[in-house]
């Protein structure tokens, strides 16, 4: 069973609307990732966060993409304006050191934008 | 071209049966290599790490990495129906001025028991 939780599993939007999905890491787990995995398996590394503080991130193409890890709140990713290229499984994943590349996966957020 | 570049797309072999999948790295600044596995529904779960030439072997599962040629493979034996599910190899890099690793993942194998 994955300790890092997230939430909602699935999330239904409309092209133009806002999506937010919220992440839980593992107890003690200082440093957390968002990655995007498409409907062909391929995944995208969106961004990653020690604590509150951005390590790494893409471009967010057009700004849609945010993200934030603010002290004892979940972390957040936000699509400002849903398009339907965004449609897909959102993964966050936690790890204990920001060197090591063992990730611990919550089970995702499904996005499907109509 | 894709930096982790996996093979097959797709994979059958009978129960109890050998399967062997395979990585390749076109980038010489990737300083490990991780083997994910991902079931249906659910988020990828590492499976072992392997960094330095030969052999690792973990209960059924055995990695085997060619520094010279960045290859990595992974060999399952004794297959069993919990691991039909999606393979993935990750490779850790460095990025400058983070001070931090980064995964890129390959777009992975589909293994799956002959029934």
């Known amino acids: 069973n994955s300790k890092v939780i997230q939430t909602p599993r699935y999330l239904v939007k409309g092209q133009g609307q806002k999506a937010k999905m919220r992440c839980i890491p593992e107890?003690?787990?200082?440093?957390v990732f968002w990655y995007q995995q498409n409907k062909n398996n391929e995944f995208k590394f969106l961004i990653n966060?020690?604590?509150?503080?951005?390590?790494?991130q893409i471009d967010m193409t057009e700004k849609r993409f945010s993200a934030e890890c603010p002290s004892n709140s979940p972390c957040s990713l936000e699509i400002q304006s849903s398009e339907a290229g965004d449609s897909a499984l959102y993964l966050c994943?936690?790890?204990?050191?920001?060197?090591?590349?063992?990730?611990?996966f919550g089970e995702g957020s499904k996005l499907t934008v109509l | 071209q894709q930096k982790v570049q996996q093979s097959p797309e797709s994979l059958s072999v009978p129960e109890g049966g050998m399967a062997s999948l395979n990585c390749t790295s076109s980038?010489?600044?990737?300083?490990y290599f991780w083997w994910y596995r991902q079931h249906s529904g659910e988020g990828p779960k590492a499976l072992m790490?392997?960094?330095?030439?030969g052999d690792k072997k973990e209960g059924r599962f055995t990695a085997h990495l060619n520094k010279a040629s960045l290859h990595v493979s992974l060999h399952i034996r004794d297959s069993q129906p919990s691991d039909s599910a999606l393979y993935f190899c990750?490779?850790?890099?460095?990025?400058?001025?983070?001070?931090?690793?980064?995964?890129?993942f390959g777009k992975g194998t589909k293994f799956s028991l002959i029934p």
């Open positions: 980038d010489r600044n990737f300083q």
């Open positions: 107890k003690g787990h200082p440093v």
């Open positions: 966060f020690q604590n509150q503080e951005v390590l790494q």
């Open positions: 790490s392997i960094f330095s030439d």
């Open positions: 990750a490779a850790s890099e460095r990025v400058p001025g983070t001070g931090s690793n980064r995964l890129t």
């Open positions: 994943a936690s790890s204990w050191d920001r060197n090591t590349g063992q990730l611990y």
